[in-house]
T-cell receptor
Framework: NAGVTQTPKFRILKIGQSMTLQCTQD?????MYWYRQDPGMGLKLIYY???????DKGEVPNGYNVSRSTTEDFPLRLELAAPSQTSVYFC????????FGQGTRLTVV | DQQVKQNSPSLSVQEGRISILNCDYT??????FLWYKKYPAEGPTFLIS?????DKNEDGRFTVFLNKSAKHLSLHIVPSQPGDSAVYFC?????????????FGTGTRLKVLA
Protein backbone atom coordinates (compact mmCIF):
# COMPACT_ATOMS: atom_id res chain seq x y z
CA ASN A 1 0.00 0.00 0.00
CA ALA A 2 1.95 3.01 -1.29
CA GLY A 3 -0.32 5.83 -0.02
CA VAL A 4 0.83 9.00 -1.77
CA THR A 5 3.59 8.71 -4.38
CA GLN A 6 5.40 11.68 -5.86
CA THR A 7 7.78 11.61 -8.81
CA PRO A 8 10.46 12.68 -9.43
CA LYS A 9 12.18 13.08 -6.06
CA PHE A 10 14.72 15.58 -7.39
CA ARG A 11 14.92 17.71 -10.51
CA ILE A 12 17.01 20.56 -11.83
CA LEU A 13 15.36 22.76 -14.46
CA LYS A 14 16.70 25.58 -16.53
CA ILE A 15 14.83 28.89 -16.58
CA GLY A 16 12.00 28.74 -19.09
CA GLN A 17 11.76 24.95 -19.21
CA SER A 18 8.57 23.13 -18.32
CA MET A 19 7.87 20.03 -16.31
CA THR A 20 5.13 18.06 -14.63
CA LEU A 21 5.31 16.89 -11.03
CA GLN A 22 3.38 13.68 -10.64
CA CYS A 23 1.25 12.70 -7.67
CA THR A 24 -0.61 9.41 -7.41
CA GLN A 25 -2.64 8.06 -4.50
CA ASP A 26 -4.15 4.66 -3.76
CA UNK A 27 -6.22 5.85 -0.78
CA UNK A 28 -9.33 6.68 -2.82
CA UNK A 29 -9.57 10.17 -1.34
CA UNK A 30 -11.43 12.86 -3.23
CA UNK A 31 -9.41 15.71 -1.74
CA MET A 32 -5.89 16.28 -3.04
CA TYR A 33 -3.53 19.22 -2.53
CA TRP A 34 -0.26 20.65 -3.77
CA TYR A 35 1.95 22.59 -1.37
CA ARG A 36 5.36 24.17 -1.68
CA GLN A 37 7.76 24.61 1.19
CA ASP A 38 10.33 27.38 1.09
CA PRO A 39 12.93 27.70 3.89
CA GLY A 40 11.41 29.38 6.95
CA MET A 41 8.11 29.94 5.15
CA GLY A 42 6.12 26.87 6.07
CA LEU A 43 3.89 25.19 3.52
CA LYS A 44 1.94 27.27 1.05
CA LEU A 45 -1.08 25.83 -0.76
CA ILE A 46 -0.73 26.04 -4.54
CA TYR A 47 -3.83 24.24 -5.82
CA TYR A 48 -6.28 21.73 -4.50
CA UNK A 49 -8.95 19.41 -5.88
CA UNK A 50 -12.16 18.13 -4.30
CA UNK A 51 -12.64 15.38 -6.86
CA UNK A 52 -12.05 14.36 -10.45
CA UNK A 53 -12.66 17.29 -12.76
CA UNK A 54 -12.75 19.89 -9.96
CA UNK A 55 -9.76 22.05 -9.05
CA ASP A 56 -9.31 25.41 -7.35
CA LYS A 57 -6.55 27.88 -6.55
CA GLY A 58 -4.80 28.02 -3.22
CA GLU A 59 -2.59 30.74 -1.75
CA VAL A 60 0.16 30.82 -4.39
CA PRO A 61 -1.18 29.51 -7.75
CA ASN A 62 0.68 31.82 -10.15
CA GLY A 63 3.04 29.99 -12.50
CA TYR A 64 1.35 26.61 -12.00
CA ASN A 65 -1.44 24.59 -13.55
CA VAL A 66 -3.20 21.44 -12.45
CA SER A 67 -5.64 18.90 -13.79
CA ARG A 68 -7.60 16.09 -12.16
CA SER A 69 -8.92 13.59 -14.67
CA THR A 70 -8.97 10.63 -12.25
CA THR A 71 -9.35 10.15 -8.50
CA GLU A 72 -5.82 8.74 -8.31
CA ASP A 73 -3.75 11.37 -10.12
CA PHE A 74 -3.22 15.08 -9.52
CA PRO A 75 -0.30 16.37 -11.63
CA LEU A 76 1.19 19.84 -11.15
CA ARG A 77 2.48 21.59 -14.26
CA LEU A 78 5.15 24.31 -14.43
CA GLU A 79 5.04 25.89 -17.89
CA LEU A 80 7.89 28.44 -17.74
CA ALA A 81 10.15 27.65 -14.82
CA ALA A 82 11.54 30.60 -12.86
CA PRO A 83 14.13 30.72 -10.05
CA SER A 84 11.33 31.73 -7.64
CA GLN A 85 9.87 28.27 -8.15
CA THR A 86 12.88 26.61 -6.55
CA SER A 87 11.28 24.81 -3.63
CA VAL A 88 10.22 21.49 -2.19
CA TYR A 89 6.82 20.43 -3.46
CA PHE A 90 4.47 18.20 -1.49
CA CYS A 91 1.35 16.48 -2.63
CA UNK A 92 -1.22 15.56 0.03
CA UNK A 93 -4.54 13.73 0.16
CA UNK A 94 -7.33 13.55 2.70
CA UNK A 95 -9.94 15.58 4.52
CA UNK A 96 -9.91 15.23 8.32
CA UNK A 97 -6.14 14.78 8.13
CA UNK A 98 -3.93 15.15 5.11
CA UNK A 99 -1.43 12.42 4.19
CA PHE A 100 1.67 13.76 2.49
CA GLY A 101 3.98 12.35 -0.12
CA GLN A 102 7.75 12.38 0.29
CA GLY A 103 8.20 15.53 -1.73
CA THR A 104 9.91 16.69 -4.93
CA ARG A 105 12.94 18.96 -4.55
CA LEU A 106 13.04 21.28 -7.55
CA THR A 107 15.86 23.65 -8.39
CA VAL A 108 15.49 26.18 -11.21
CA VAL A 109 18.80 27.61 -12.47
CA ASP B 1 -1.10 38.03 5.17
CA GLN B 2 -0.07 35.13 7.39
CA GLN B 3 -3.30 33.66 8.74
CA VAL B 4 -1.54 31.02 10.83
CA LYS B 5 1.53 32.07 12.79
CA GLN B 6 4.14 30.19 14.73
CA ASN B 7 6.23 32.91 16.29
CA SER B 8 8.94 30.70 17.74
CA PRO B 9 11.23 29.37 14.98
CA SER B 10 12.99 27.03 17.39
CA LEU B 11 12.74 25.48 20.83
CA SER B 12 15.15 23.37 22.88
CA VAL B 13 13.95 21.14 25.71
CA GLN B 14 15.63 18.60 27.94
CA GLU B 15 14.60 14.98 27.54
CA GLY B 16 11.78 14.06 29.92
CA ARG B 17 10.54 17.65 30.27
CA ILE B 18 7.48 19.21 28.68
CA SER B 19 7.64 20.77 25.22
CA ILE B 20 5.09 23.49 24.48
CA LEU B 21 4.68 24.65 20.91
CA ASN B 22 2.43 27.61 20.17
CA CYS B 23 0.34 28.70 17.23
CA ASP B 24 -1.83 31.77 16.65
CA TYR B 25 -4.39 32.37 13.94
CA THR B 26 -6.23 35.41 12.67
CA UNK B 27 -9.18 33.98 10.75
CA UNK B 28 -12.13 33.50 13.10
CA UNK B 29 -13.77 31.18 10.55
CA UNK B 30 -11.16 28.47 11.16
CA UNK B 31 -12.88 25.59 12.91
CA UNK B 32 -10.47 22.69 12.63
CA PHE B 33 -6.83 22.58 13.60
CA LEU B 34 -4.06 20.07 13.13
CA TRP B 35 -0.44 19.54 14.14
CA TYR B 36 2.11 17.88 11.88
CA LYS B 37 5.64 16.69 12.51
CA LYS B 38 8.28 16.80 9.81
CA TYR B 39 11.67 15.13 9.67
CA PRO B 40 14.28 16.25 7.11
CA ALA B 41 13.77 14.90 3.58
CA GLU B 42 10.35 13.49 4.48
CA GLY B 43 6.80 14.68 4.07
CA PRO B 44 4.91 16.00 7.09
CA THR B 45 3.09 13.38 9.16
CA PHE B 46 -0.14 13.99 11.02
CA LEU B 47 0.08 14.13 14.82
CA ILE B 48 -3.16 15.32 16.35
CA SER B 49 -6.17 17.46 15.55
CA UNK B 50 -8.86 19.43 17.36
CA UNK B 51 -12.23 20.74 16.35
CA UNK B 52 -13.40 24.18 17.48
CA UNK B 53 -16.17 22.57 19.54
CA UNK B 54 -13.50 21.24 21.90
CA ASP B 55 -10.81 22.96 23.93
CA LYS B 56 -8.55 19.96 24.47
CA ASN B 57 -7.63 16.74 22.73
CA GLU B 58 -5.18 14.11 23.96
CA ASP B 59 -3.37 11.29 22.21
CA GLY B 60 -0.73 9.59 24.31
CA ARG B 61 2.10 12.01 25.03
CA PHE B 62 0.54 14.68 22.81
CA THR B 63 -2.15 17.13 23.91
CA VAL B 64 -3.52 20.03 21.90
CA PHE B 65 -5.25 22.95 23.62
CA LEU B 66 -7.47 25.45 21.83
CA ASN B 67 -8.35 28.91 23.13
CA LYS B 68 -10.86 30.27 20.64
CA SER B 69 -11.25 33.67 22.25
CA ALA B 70 -7.49 34.23 22.00
CA LYS B 71 -7.26 32.51 18.60
CA HIS B 72 -4.45 30.42 20.02
CA LEU B 73 -3.59 26.76 20.13
CA SER B 74 -0.72 24.90 21.68
CA LEU B 75 0.78 21.44 21.47
CA HIS B 76 2.15 19.87 24.65
CA ILE B 77 4.50 16.92 24.48
CA VAL B 78 5.04 15.13 27.78
CA PRO B 79 7.53 13.66 28.35
CA SER B 80 9.71 14.87 25.50
CA GLN B 81 11.96 12.30 23.84
CA PRO B 82 14.97 12.74 21.53
CA GLY B 83 12.93 11.17 18.70
CA ASP B 84 10.54 14.11 18.98
CA SER B 85 13.23 16.38 17.52
CA ALA B 86 11.67 17.64 14.28
CA VAL B 87 9.89 20.63 12.78
CA TYR B 88 6.30 21.01 13.95
CA PHE B 89 3.66 22.73 11.85
CA CYS B 90 0.22 23.80 12.91
CA UNK B 91 -2.50 24.02 10.28
CA UNK B 92 -6.02 25.39 10.22
CA UNK B 93 -9.06 24.88 8.07
CA UNK B 94 -12.45 26.52 7.60
CA UNK B 95 -14.45 23.32 7.24
CA UNK B 96 -17.68 25.23 7.44
CA UNK B 97 -16.93 26.63 3.98
CA UNK B 98 -16.88 23.09 2.63
CA UNK B 99 -13.51 23.47 0.93
CA UNK B 100 -11.26 21.77 3.51
CA UNK B 101 -8.19 23.82 2.56
CA UNK B 102 -5.42 23.62 5.13
CA UNK B 103 -3.40 26.76 5.85
CA PHE B 104 -0.07 26.07 7.53
CA GLY B 105 2.13 28.04 9.87
CA THR B 106 5.85 28.54 9.31
CA GLY B 107 6.90 25.78 11.70
CA THR B 108 8.84 25.46 14.96
CA ARG B 109 12.01 23.39 15.10
CA LEU B 110 12.03 21.35 18.31
CA LYS B 111 15.27 19.93 19.62
CA VAL B 112 15.07 17.52 22.53
CA LEU B 113 18.38 17.26 24.32
CA ALA B 114 19.41 13.90 25.80
Amino acid sequence: NAGVTQTPKFRILKIGQSMTLQCTQDMNHNYMYWYRQDPGMGLKLIYYSVGAGITDKGEVPNGYNVSRSTTEDFPLRLELAAPSQTSVYFCAVGVTEAFFGQGTRLTVV
Amino acid sequence: DQQVKQNSPSLSVQEGRISILNCDYTNSMFDYFLWYKKYPAEGPTFLISISSIKDKNEDGRFTVFLNKSAKHLSLHIVPSQPGDSAVYFCAASDRGSGTYKYIFGTGTRLKVLA
